[in-house]
């Protein structure tokens, strides 16, 4: 029972969120299914304009009452979401759908876009790799993309979003004179350069169990073998709709993406789809580990059970030899002559070099 | 024969309807195909306006035939479809097409929606776990969704619909103002949501499986994983055509649903989307099992023939030198030397040991 | 040799129809490929109002020559293909493409429609299982459905359209105020519900054999699991395409099928798609069963080494101890004790007892 | 290296064109990829009118040059394809376009039809199958379907075309008044027929591989199930891109075939499909096979090991009794008795026969 | 250890473009993902008119400021692109998007094409096999097509696009007088006739080990077939995308390229759906071979483990009886005669033959 159980953390599956804890409830409802954290919610306010940037961090939901954007562009950006409070706030203000605010906290969304008239609802993940646990884990990441504003929420602060707050900081590339459908697309592309990461690491593990199978066939390295493919199979669920998501962003033409941003979308379109070939890339090598692994098993098997057979075979005539020799009759030939052992003994050797070289012909032996 | 039934029992496949039965039958003949309940068919009517709200429950036929709704909007629930003649009543006075009611009779019809001008008919199956026999069942619910009218088809008396019934009862979320529409809504999302929690039980279950397998690789939990495969079998069957369905729905703008209930029907849509890819992680979990039992029985096997192997080389020399100092020849080296005992013991003692450590070099032991 | 052929008369393959005797004949040669039958073809004529209804049977085609239909709506059933002269007649009386004539004697067809402008065209099968030599026959039927009339074609007298015969004669369902197009659907309803009969006996027949191979993994049962396979193989190739068949006929409105007849056509549509459902969840059994089969051989082998291993490693020790003490060395300890024999006997069982002790824990043995 | 080469030559592989021998050559270049004859290219002209037929057959070039057509329909047959000359001589005549007649020489060419606004360019190809080698082969056959002349092109003569100019010159079907396309029909039907012989001699060899298989399952039977199946894919290879081909001519409809002619076409269309779906059959029978192959060897280690078991079991205790009762303690019970031989010999005839009772239960004997 | 890296190395994977490095920076950003050469980029200019070609090679950055093209037709071809500031001077000169120039520079992108307006940007892989490592490595070539120029750009300097420099040179097929639409058909025809020559020593190697396997199915062999296995997996996600680029031009019609050369690019198209089905083909063969291996080793370990059944079977019998007669029980008969050894040895070699008669009966012997 222990050792059940230590294996079964060892697995290190994480807490899946029970979408059935919700049934009888009414579309909309406010019910956070990830894990609850113990921080309050973090809300970063962010607006800009070609000339100017202002940067406000609440520290309790009472700040963000009073304030009003005073700058065209706005990025609010939100970390923890086990606050229902908080969230219907932003919602009364940006004019949300309960729709949409439900989606933001049921953080086991597979990647969508819903187009709400006034603005877009996009659901993404960001993964990351456990170096300690060997595991892929992931979080959900929302957006929702207006006119003159974009909202991102995400259920706990990463600093994944750091390199976009910089370059508006510095202006760089003049994002603060481009729309916020740049500075969305700004934010999604992060979200897809951060998978090249995670499969790449998945990918030298995957490379690095390849080079033990072929050392050592070990009934252990199934195991890891199969974890792997779980893995990809988790990462596969998160990147086939990421690309549609994207793709449906770059023929969207007009509406929220601005011809210019619509290239930069092909560009990351792109990388969905090189993405996906690395991935079932990783996902042919695993499968073909696993032929390689029954593969070699069964030709262990095979030159052991040989080696037991050529064994046998050599040992058999001489046992019967010395039983014949060690009969009791009384009268039987040899017995009494000098040399009879070295005979017997002979005969033996003969049997078994006969039965050796013929083996050895067949290249049973060597 | 005695434990083939058992098993057979023991597998709890449901009473399959016969179709065949209804061979040479011309269309829209009424015959319930299910199993035959011997209770009375129960008749729930409630009429509501945003106002006011009239349930009634009839006992028999005859209370049906007389009453007539008073308020606009009216949803008619009928538990027990086992007395046609209950049917061919609500056919007529709903001026229903007799295709419709024999498919609400046929309870083995697969989740579909055909638009019959004045009203969308509609099934779709309520799933249950069952505890006791650790498999799935199921039953047709069937939905008649018109202007003013919403219809509802079940098998049995199950209380699934409970919750809709209190949130008109307490007119939660303004339910009693929004149209009929929104009430299929209600009623459909009760029907997915019911999904999540049977996916979830037998999700467990796999993993309960795989812990048992990794644990410990035993036939008798073959039979299990092919139970298991054939439930998710038996989901797949359901959900995917579900999908398509609310797809339909959720496309077909405007005819029954209302632009603002499309919102809610895209909202269902996603959590079969997110049913499917549950159900096919399940299924990959189960497919991922049976490789690891299946390389672990003949891994399992290796070790064993392994040991044999090592074994029987071992005994092998010893025996035959045995048997050669047990030859009767007269004239033999050692046997009269006082310590010819221990240098065969030795020599046999040797032999073991030196092919104990070639196999401990090349692994075969320890 | 006799085995042989007596294996291959047990698979009770029907005979093909050989295509390539047609090679080279021009297009429309009108050339009857399935079995020739030696009784006459046998025409039967059904013509209707919705008040009259009168029915000819000609026994030979003289009678047919001279006879022209009285009332508007025809029904004409054509048994036995094997008379070319029968077939170009009909052929002229209803202007038929000599393509048409040719399908309907290639009685391989598989199922489909042609719309010929004038009149539709359809192929489909009648399948039938047959009991004796547990496999599945089928025979081509040919539609062809004019806006006044429906001639339908078989290879044999099966009365398989016996109940749509009954229903014209008792105008039951108001079958004769109904249009050819609802007589062509009450007949494809009987080709399709026939399917629901073979599927049945099918889909038991792979039950059966799965309790047989839960109770007992026998070889021979892999012969009939094949032939199962293949039965539902032939099924799937007559009933995907009937599928395809049936809706074009669904999808094509108001040329030769009345908005009222979709609706019936749409209901037969639905039948096809269960049709699909079940044979291929057969299918799944059937994969599943051969799964089980293999891994239940695989874990037998599995069993009776382990219980090798296990007898041999108990027995060796044994066979050593007594080989040792038949040496024939004077000086040998104990040989002269009076319990030495006893200390013998006890050493073997010592040993055997130990080794056995361990596989027990094991979990070896028992 | 001897028999290496021999199983090379059995196999009976078919010099395979290769294409990158024309790298770097511009487009267009009329280089002939087939195997090079010693033969010159033969010419034969059809030309026709509904009451004329004229033929000629050209022996050299030079006659070629200097004849013009003098009826309204031609056709062109060419035999032989290695001598670039005669085709480009016969590209100035038809204004052929210089990369149709690259693709007539390149004569690997996967199944196509290229439209070139004056006329279609259609490649198919003739299967043969080969009694020798029992293998498959396949020569390309090229259409030039113009609106008064149709071309052919093939690589040596086969007279695959006799039927069709039979039918030519006895005006069969009137086919000397329908138009070009008519003869284009005509033509594709023949190689579409070819296919029924091809397909049906492979179908025969998949079942007599079946029927040995079944009688006793061999390893050298594996080698023959692998060419087939490798000749089942060269035929798929051909015949899913022709049933595309035919598929387009039967949509393409007005430009170069009548409407009469397009019903015509989708007869051939109906052949491709029917042709596809043998085909799939017997890629099914031969995949069924290769399970039945191994589960059969599998089964048979199966026996082989367990008849090992129980001989192993039986004869190991009587073995050791012997063992015991040739030990040379001087005090050992029944030694000295006078039934004591018989008491021992009976000990091992009672040992060996309770296993031999148990094996039997357990029906591993018998 | 060691010989871990030895075979890691054997493998002889190339350095893999790592995207992960690329996170946070700006789109854009021109960072080359491949190895870095030391030599510098060398550029080559031609221009053409009908009549006149000139061209340039620039040995350093300097000299290509300086210049500006004459000649209406510009082809200018980079070999090297570790330089940046090169990269960035060419993309102002030819008003390329930033995008473009990035793509140039991430090496491992998959075959695309890309419509900027003013010019198509198309990237594709150049193929080759090295014979020393027997493994397929490839490298990215870029086009740039506007209306009057064409750029290329290249890793290192391989001599592929020489054919067409030659053509240009001579005026070959007038290639100066047609535009540079011609140009870019001529340089992506050779790109991929150059999968061709690939395909085909791929193709030669499956062979080859085919019939190795064939000859002795070797465990060596299977890291062979793997290593086969994963270059045909390269070339295919090479292959598909570039078939899909080809038909994206060839339907694209008259933006870029003429409708006469639309002809030759559906030649290419042509081209690239050969290649996938010889690779398809070698796939098939590939997968074949693992089938015939696998059944090859079972097959063995079948015909060994009955080589030690009968062996042991055999001589069982005959050390019973030695061991019986070997019993030191005083009264024994057959032990005083004076034939009784002949007999014990007669009763030996009878119980054997009798064995090895029904082996061979059997056909387990032979
Ligand atoms: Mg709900
Ligand atoms: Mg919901
Ligand atoms: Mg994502
Ligand atoms: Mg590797
Ligand atoms: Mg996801
Ligand atoms: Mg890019
Ligand atoms: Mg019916
Ligand atoms: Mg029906
Ligand atoms: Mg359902
Ligand atoms: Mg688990
Ligand atoms: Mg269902
Ligand atoms: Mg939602
Ligand atoms: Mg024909
Ligand atoms: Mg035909
Ligand atoms: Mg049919
Ligand atoms: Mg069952
Ligand atoms: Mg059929
Ligand atoms: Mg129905
Ligand atoms: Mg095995
Ligand atoms: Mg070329
Ligand atoms: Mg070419
Ligand atoms: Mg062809
Ligand atoms: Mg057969
Ligand atoms: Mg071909
Ligand atoms: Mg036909
Ligand atoms: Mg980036
Ligand atoms: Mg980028
Ligand atoms: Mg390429
Ligand atoms: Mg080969
Ligand atoms: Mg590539
Ligand atoms: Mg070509």
Redesign the interface.
């Known amino acids: 029972m222990a050792?059940?159980n230590a294996?079964?953390s060892k697995r290190a599956k994480p807490p899946r969120p029970?979408?059935?804890g919700?049934?009888?409830l009414?579309?909309?409802s406010l019910v956070y299914l990830g894990e609850r954290k113990t921080e309050h919610a973090a809300i970063t306010l962010i607006e800009y304009s070609p000339d100017e940037l202002k940067e406000t961090r609440f520290e309790s939901l009472a700040d963000c009452h009073s304030c009003a954007p005073l700058l065209p562009k706005v990025w609010l950006n939100v970390h923890g979401l086990h606050e229902p409070e908080v969230m219907a706030e932003i919602g009364r203000r940006f004019k949300l759908?309960p729709?949409v605010l439900?989606?933001i906290l049921n953080t086991?969304?597979?990647p969508?876009v819903?187009d709400?008239g006034d603005y877009l609802f996009l659901v993404a993940r960001f993964f990351d790799h456990d170096e300690a646990n060997l595991t892929v884990t992931s979080e959900q990441v929302s957006f929702v993309i207006g006119h003159d504003f974009v909202l991102t929420f995400q259920e706990r602060p990463t600093g994944r979003f750091d390199?976009v707050r910089e370059?508006l900081r510095a202006d760089?590339?003049r994002?603060r004179s481009l729309g916020c459908d740049y500075l969305a697309?700004?934010l999604l592309?992060?979200v897809v350069?951060?998978y090249?990461?995670v499969l790449?690491q998945v990918g030298e593990r995957s490379e690095d169990l390849e080079?033990a199978l072929?050392?050592k066939p070990d009934?252990a390295l199934?195991?890891t073998l199969?974890q792997l493919?779980?893995e990809t199979?988790t990462l596969r669920?998160a990147i086939w709709p990421l690309r549609e998501v994207i793709n449906t962003l770059v023929r969207n033409e007009g509406r929220f993406f601005a011809p210019e941003t619509q290239?930069?979308l092909?560009?990351i379109y792109?990388?969905t789809?090189?993405l996906i070939?690395s991935l079932e890339?990783i996902r042919?090598?695993i499968a073909?580990m696993?032929?390689?692994?029954?593969?070699?098993?069964?030709?262990?098997?095979?030159q052991?059970?040989?080696?037991?057979?050529v064994?046998?075979?050599i040992?058999?005539?001489?046992?019967?030899i010395?039983?014949?020799?060690?009969?009791?009759?009384?009268?039987?030939?040899?017995?009494?002559?000098?040399?009879?052992?070295l005979i017997?003994?002979g005969l033996?050797i003969g049997v078994a070099s006969t039965l050796g070289l013929i083996f050895w012909r067949r290249r049973?032996i060597g």
Chains 1, 2, 3, 4, 5 share one sequence.
Request: charged share 25%.
């Open positions: 050792s059940k294996s079964k029970r979408r059935s919700k049934t009888g009414p579309a909309g759908h729709l439900e989606d086991d969304q597979r969508k819903d709400y390199p370059w760089k590339g994002i697309y700004a592309d992060l350069d951060r090249f990461t790449e080079d072929m050392a009934a199934l195991q199969h493919k779980r199979l669920r290239l930069y092909r560009d792109d990388h789809v090189h070939e890339a042919d090598l073909g696993l032929d390689i692994y029954l593969s070699s098993i069964s030709n262990r098997v095979n052991e059970v040989r080696t037991l057979t064994f046998a075979i040992f058999m005539p001489a046992t019967l010395s039983g014949i020799f060690g009969m009791n009759f009384k009268a039987m030939p040899l017995l009494d002559a000098g040399n009879g052992f017997a003994i033996m049973w």
